[in-house]
């Protein structure tokens, strides 16, 4: 049977591709039976970095070693001649190619790492003579290009990764450069070039080396869809291609090694032309996707590659164990004339006529099964207030529609809110810019999960909450959205579970991950139980019944006490439940923000804000949390390890070699749990200037917040932020500004908010310690004034009738004598169209 007739049709294919390969449910599926059952991957997909110092592998280099190894050697010592004896460099035992070199810095543009000036680069830099993306790019071509051996790629079959390659932090550079093979994406293999502070202080890649394979398929996709209905039992009539077949050439270990490759260095990946295809069947949770062999016919893996897991509104703050509490509705589209979008704090201009908005906005679309949202008012000042109620699923205030629930309220408040923290960090990266839809109230129990473009949440019922009404929850989820948008996607499932557990733990300041999941129930803790936790996880291993058992890769086997069991469709780094072994991860997060970094004497806000700079400028080129050949000899030393990612965005001097502000701190929390890189300098060194922590005050008025706080040392700008929650919650960047005073206007009256300010030094990478947080609970209400603008539209002396005439988004059309009136304008400076 054909599923084409009923399929979408190829273009989609790409979307695919952005799924990563299996399921990120926020538990673990309930099997549905069927499909579920068919899960599975080759032994021979798990082919994780063997990560070793290059000098052992120097040392057991034998005189049969092949030719390629020895030029990587070569290479590697011409690099130290000329650029200096101060780098180490890890090797992957399986490609024997450099996974990771780091060191002492080279100059790449100018930065405080180096004396360069922008004339000493003038052929590569932009056409306003400045440092770009694409001088960046020039120089790792060039760098490639002159230490060919170390990378064994060329440079014309590489593609520059757009996402994870640009400026970020303001003192970090990143070039990711994705292989291709003639012409064919290779997946997971890609070249990468970290700049701190003008220095290139790491550079690596993953499955590096030359590629011995056949670029033509021996199947056609249409075969491959065969192969893969024949697998399934039968396609039917309602299944819908998600993709029909993209080629991509894969990574596989030769003849299943179980991560542990034994065999001659530089002989451990075999490459392999293969078929993904995905389809979706009605009724049936999943993106059923699967890996054919394109020249053997052979399915070499099939999983579900879903990911899972003033206009103001009641929400819930931090589960539905408490009363919902009301909050602006930031960013919402109220159509009031023409569409405007309220600001952050659910502000917009009122003007005559009617207001209405629903549950969507810039950042943020709800929909909702119980029914459509929609308020409207046309009484001024036009608020919109969607209110509070009592109960679960599709209970409503009774006002704003059959959608204006709970989830939608609460999961577009908190979404909202978590888009503007992130983008905070990465303010170019467009899938935050865009709208992400929020799918609330669907018609099953006990889970939520990411599919690729949506975050999803189920009703309430055997005996769970509406996981729609659970902060952390879809705090989560949307860790995973960002995770398939950053640019590197993690290569296992796993390190995208402790991502999400991460960027929730990070706004909520709560180590209880799913908090209320199942009422009244603690969490297992995989033989490890929480202790003070009815969510699905809890990161703060001293929150468990063995509390001074810190989750470790050794521990994975174990039968007592924590332990996961091996999973091929869904694995951690380690080849263990993707859910289960993301402990390891999760809890050196927490760790570091709230044990590790405030014992080394930085107070508990400023050691937050910390983790969230090391978290997220770290995302764009960080892959697999940590690598894992065998959980006996699991490291953090690989190219995209996060315990490497973490050390370059510390870094202050543009170099590696003697250690970066919080080296110390990022060991302790990281080898606590098995996954440090011991070989790295991890001494504390810093070379910034000691910056000054401002001292804040905060003035409520009508409609605004007055901040102002003494100058700091060394200070050239500051960061303002800003919470809706408490003194010790997550921060928002929501201003950076060089003076020392600040007013908030996108406030909403009578909620309090809490603001701090962080000194900056010349450097980005140079900060001071956050200002004890202020609060302030703004009063008034009154809308911000309008203003119109009037005129007369003519030709030879003639009014004009009928002429459309804009700005600032507002429109009017021209009276019988040509006369106009724009109205509803804020204050500020306006072109007049046509
Ligand atoms: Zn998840």
């Known amino acids: 049977m054909r599923l084409k007739q009923w399929g979408m049709v190829a273009v989609i294919g790409v979307l695919a591709i952005l799924l990563g390969w299996s399921t990120q449910a926020q538990v673990v599926k309930r099997s549905q039976g069927g499909l579920d059952d068919l899960t599975m991957a080759s032994g021979r997909v798990r082919v994780p970095q063997m990560v070793v110092p290059a000098e052992q592998v120097r040392l057991e280099e034998s005189p049969m070693a092949a030719p390629g190894e020895r030029m990587v050697f070569e290479e590697w010592d011409r690099f130290l001649t000329e650029n200096g004896t101060a780098w180490s460099l890890m090797m992957d035992r399986r490609t024997g190619y450099p996974a990771l070199a780091e060191g002492a810095g080279v100059p790449w543009v100018p930065g405080r790492g180096n004396g360069l000036q922008l004339r000493d680069l003038r052929e590569s830099l932009g056409a306003n003579g400045t440092v770009t993306r694409a001088t960046l790019v020039k120089l790792a071509k060039g760098f490639i290009r002159q230490y060919p051996e170390l990378f064994g790629v060329d440079p014309q079959d590489l593609r520059v990764n757009p996402v994870s390659t640009g400026e970020y932090g303001g003192y970090l550079w990143f070039v990711q450069l994705d292989r291709t093979y003639h012409g064919i994406p290779v997946e997971r293999s890609y070249v990468v070039f970290r700049v701190n502070n003008g220095n290139l202080v790491q550079f690596g890649g993953e499955y590096l080396g030359p590629i011995d394979l056949d670029p033509l398929p021996s199947i056609d996709a249409e075969t491959a869809q ?20 993209s080629l991509s050439i894969l990574p596989l270990a030769p003849g299943g090694d179980d991560g542990v490759y034994k065999g001659q260095t530089g002989q451990g990946v075999e490459y392999h032309l293969v078929y993904t295809l995905a389809f979706r069947r009605a009724g049936v949770m999943g993106t059923w996707t699967a890996k054919v062999d394109a020249h053997t016919g052979e399915v070499l893996q099939f999983v579900d590659a879903n990911v899972y897991g003033s206009v103001t509104g009641g929400i819930y703050q931090n589960s539905n164990a408490d009363p919902e509490v009301v909050r602006p509705l930031g960013f919402v589209n109220v159509s009031n004339g023409t569409t405007k979008v ?37 009484t001024a000042p036009g608020d919109l207030a969607f209110g509070t109620s009592s109960g679960t699923d599709c209970t409503t205030p009774g006002l704003g529609g059959a959608g204006n629930t709970h989830a939608a309220r609460t999961t577009y408040y908190h979404l909202t809110d978590w888009k503007e923290k992130a983008l905070g960090w990465l303010p170019s990266n467009t899938w935050l810019q865009g709208q992400l839809t929020d799918k609330v109230n669907l018609n099953q129990t006990c889970n939520a999960y990411w599919d690729g473009s949506a975050v999803n949440f189920f009703k309430s019922g055997g005996g769970c909450s509406n996981t729609g009404e659970l902060p952390t929850v879809f705090l989560h989820e949307v860790g995973h959205g960002l995770d398939s948008n950053d640019g590197s996607g993690s290569s296992t499932v796993g ?26 129930q603690q969490c297992s803790g995989y033989g490890n139980a929480c202790t003070n936790c009815t969510g699905i996880r809890d990161a703060d291993y001293t929150k468990h019944t063995y509390s001074t058992s810190p989750a470790t890769p050794a521990q994975l086997a174990n039968t007592s006490g924590f332990h996961c069991s091996k999973d091929s469709s869904y694995p951690g780094p380690c080849g263990y439940e993707g859910h289960c072994e993301s402990y390891i991860m999760s809890e050196v997060g927490w760790d570091l923000a709230a044990r590790d970094l405030p014992a080394a004497g930085i107070d508990a806000n400023t050691s937050w804000f910390i983790v969230d700079r090391l978290f997220y400028l770290s995302r764009a080129t960080s892959t697999d949390a940590y690598s894992c050949p065998s959980i006996t000899t699991t490291n953090g030393c690989g190219t995209g390890n996060w315990f490497s990612t973490f050390r370059v965005v510390d870094d202050d001097d543009g170099n590696l070699s003697n250690g970066t502000p919080h080296a110390a701190a990022i060991y302790a929390a990281f080898n606590r749990h098995g996954i440090a890189c011991s070989t790295a300098v991890n001494t504390n060194s810093t070379t910034c200037p000691s910056i000054g922590q401002p001292v804040l005050t905060a003035t409520a008025g009508s409609g605004q917040v007055a901040l102002s706080w003494t100058a700091a040392t060394n200070a050239s700008k500051y960061l303002v932020l800003r919470n809706e929650f408490s003194p010790s919650s997550g921060m928002v960047i929501v201003a950076t500004v060089t003076g020392t005073s600040y007013t908030d206007t996108a406030v909403a009256p009578n909620i309090t908010y809490y603001y701090s300010v962080q000194a900056v030094g010349a450097s980005n990478s140079c900060a001071g310690a956050l200002a004890a947080v202020k609060s302030a609970t703004p009063t008034g209400g009154t809308p911000p004034a309008t203003y119109s603008i009037s005129g007369t539209v003519t030709s030879g002396g003639t009014g004009l009738s009928g002429v459309t005439v804009a700005a600032g988004g507002a429109s009017a059309t021209t009276s019988s004598t040509g006369g106009y009136t724009i109205s509803g304008l804020a204050n500020g400076t306006y072109t007049v169209t046509p």
């Open 342 to 378: 309220a600001d952050a704090g659910g502000n917009y201009t009122f003007s005559t006529g009617t207001a209405t908005a629903a549950l969507t906005g810039k950042y943020v679309k709800v929909t909702d099964s119980c029914g459509t949202s929609s308020l409207s008012t046309s």
């Open 226 to 245: 065969q192969v893969l209905a024949a697998y399934v039992g039968g396609l039917e009539a309602t299944d819908e291609w998600v993709n029909t077949g």
């Open 495 to 520: 390190s995208s579970e402790s991502y999400a557990d991460i960027n929730a733990l990070l706004t909520t300041h709560q180590s209880c991950i799913g908090v209320n999941f199942i009422p009244g």
